[in-house]
């Protein structure tokens, strides 16, 4: 069961696409300067990323574990199995890389930090407009905070207002659906009414008409049929000749 149909595929498939777009994320990080906003907002998005493909990577592990108890009931055989492997350490590996210069350049980040504050200028003049650099940095880190989650609210309320939309245009469906079934069963219950009335009228006069036969005897149901025959001409006539 090695083929693209596999659900091992599948799953590889979504988590290769998580690893690529992390790597691009990765690639924009390293571009970026430190004690920025955007560099503190793609290490939490990296941090994430990488926590969550490793645990999808984990998981893979363990179903690959489970297929090499018994590889012929998944029809895959050990080839197949150590191709897995590597794939998936591979995987690992390239998560971890990221994982490690993002840990580093944060570690490193902070340092800097650490050292721009411990760091105080002899002269007052000079402390004092560090100090005002300082609160300045920290405020515009903030305002650039406070305007980048303001905006991912606002994203989230369109697509929390786009998500009611469609539960209201499903439910206008749905609700529309239930009338039409609604008048359709009840069309076809009045349709089985008719037609149970119509079969009783029809075993009524078939009823009529065997004892009217029976009455009648052989005689009388050859003077029947030349009536029958007779009135028919005469009806013919009637329409296709008046």
């Known amino acids: ?3 693209p149909q596999d659900p091992f595929y599948i799953v590889k498939e979504e988590i290769q696409d998580s690893i690529d777009k992390l790597q691009s994320t990765f690639h924009q990080w390293e571009t970026v300067s430190s004690n920025t906003g955007e560099r503190v907002h793609l290490t939490k998005e990296l941090q994430t990323g990488c926590e969550s493909i490793e645990w999808q990577v984990d998981e893979l592990d363990k179903a690959i574990a489970v297929a090499s108890r018994d590889p012929s009931w998944y029809g895959i055989d050990e080839v197949e199995l150590e191709k897995r492997r590597r794939w998936t350490s ?3 590996t390239q998560v971890g890389v990221m994982k490690k210069a993002v840990e580093a350049g944060k570690a490193r980040s902070a340092n800097g930090m650490r050292q721009e504050l411990m760091r105080v200028p002899n002269d007052p003049y000079q402390a004092g407009k560090s100090r005002s650099y300082a609160t300045q940095d920290n405020d515009d880190f903030i305002s650039s905070e406070s305007d980048r989650q303001m905006l991912l609210i606002k994203q989230q309320d369109d697509e929390l207002d786009e998500l009611s939309a469609s539960v209201q245009r499903i439910g206008g469906v749905g609700l529309t659906i239930h009338e039409e079934l609604t ?3 009840k069309i076809i219950h009045e ?3 008719d037609m149970e009335s119509t079969t009783n009228r029809l075993d009524f006069v078939q009823k009529k008409v065997e004892m009217v036969m029976k009455k009648a005897g052989a005689k009388g149901q050859i003077l ?3 009536f029958l025959v007779v ?3 005469v009806l013919f006539v ?3 000749f008046t």
């Open 1 to 3: 069961m090695s083929s």
């Open 90 to 92: 591979t995987a690992r």
């Open 183 to 185: 008048g359709q069963e």
């Open 191 to 193: 349709l089985g009414l």
């Open 224 to 226: 029947m049929i030349i």
């Open 231 to 233: 009135l028919f001409i």
């Open 238 to 240: 009637l329409v296709f």
